[in-house]
């Protein structure tokens, strides 16, 4: 997974956004869209295995210096990162990031053998378990609201993607879903400056991966009755169902998967609630220099 994960970098020019980066590593090892399906099992995580050990990979390149990423998501090889080109290399790039936690948990235990206690013992993590936990952190409230869509009824999941359209800007946004409408679950007017374009729109509570063949259906479906399509899933899409959403000549179809999905609804408030805590800190010091 690490040698592909840069092979993949490498032959998108260096950078990618990790959806890219993952299609690119489907294509480079020829993962067929079954093998995408499968899930991570053993765990709470809806995340396919795929995504799930490419995730680790880059983790684990960058604890190796192989890789950097920016805070828009962007991944890019380093100077090191583009030096690798063989399965060795990552394999020692693994124990040395192994070996590295191995010190450092050592270090802590011992610390805390000392029982030393302060502001600085919380920051001695390593940065493989930093990104371990922030990773658990999203997908817990990402894994509990996926789990709460996917339990509502089909028609209230429709009503929650009209409701996500209009607050994205959409207008004349119906709801077709019961309509037989040929697998049309909707559509929405989105007016861009003096433009205005007519979305039809697909919302399915998948737990897998979406294939090729339904957004194929779905573009037959709206064939010369819309100017894009939109498709939205709990799931995810196969790295041939973006291919397809996008294929040359054909009426564009854009995809929101499930990770997308609840990072829209938080944006937009809907159904997800932020809480910001504070965090008061008295400066001792600071009162003896009075």
């Known amino acids: 997974m690490m040698l592909v994960t840069v092979e993949a970098l490498k032959a998108m020019g260096g950078s990618a956004t990790i959806q890219e980066l993952d299609e690119k ?3 480079l090892e020829g993962v067929s869209e079954e093998e ?3 899930m991570m099992a053993g765990t709470n995580s809806n995340q396919p295995r795929l995504n799930y050990y490419l995730a680790w990979a880059r983790t684990y390149l960058k604890r190796g210096n192989a890789v950097e990423n920016s805070a828009r998501g962007v991944w890019a090889l380093t100077e090191h990162g583009f030096e690798v080109s063989a399965y060795k290399q990552t394999v020692e790039i693994l124990d040395r990031v192994n070996e590295e936690e191995k010190q450092r948990a050592k270090e802590r235990r011992r610390k805390k053998s000392q029982k030393v206690v302060g502001h600085s013992a919380g920051q001695n993590g390593t940065e493989l378990e930093t990104v371990a936990e922030e990773s658990q952190t999203s997908t817990t409230w990402k894994d509990q609201l996926i789990d709460v869509l996917r339990s509502i009824d089909p ?12 607050e994205a800007g959409f207008t004349k946004v119906e709801v ?3 309509s037989g409408d040929g ?8 007016r861009v400056n003096l433009v205005s374009f007519q979305v039809f729109f697909q919302c399915k509570r998948y737990k897998g991966s979406v294939g090729a063949s339904e957004i194929r259906d779905f573009r037959g479906a709206m064939m010369g009755r819309a100017d894009k399509g939109l498709f939205i899933t709990t799931g995810h899409f196969t790295a041939q169902a973006s291919d397809e959403a996008t294929r040359d000549g054909a009426t564009a179809i854009d995809l929101i998967d ?7 609804l938080k944006d937009n408030g809907l159904g997800v ?3 910001m805590i504070e965090d008061v800190q008295v400066n001792a010091g600071w009162f003896k220099s009075i």
């Not at 697998?183 to 989105?190: M, R, T």
């Not at 499930?258 to 829209?264: A, I, P, Q, T, V």
């Open 25 to 27: 590593v489907a294509e």
């Open 273 to 275: 609630a932020t809480e």
């Open 258 to 264: 499930g990770e997308r999905l609840c990072d829209l």
């Open 176 to 178: 077709r879903g019961k």
């Open 155 to 166: 028609s209230a999941f429709e009503r929650l993607a009209q409701r996500l359209l209009r």
């Open 183 to 190: 697998g049309i679950d909707g559509v929405g007017v989105l």
């Open 36 to 38: 995408q399906s499968f």
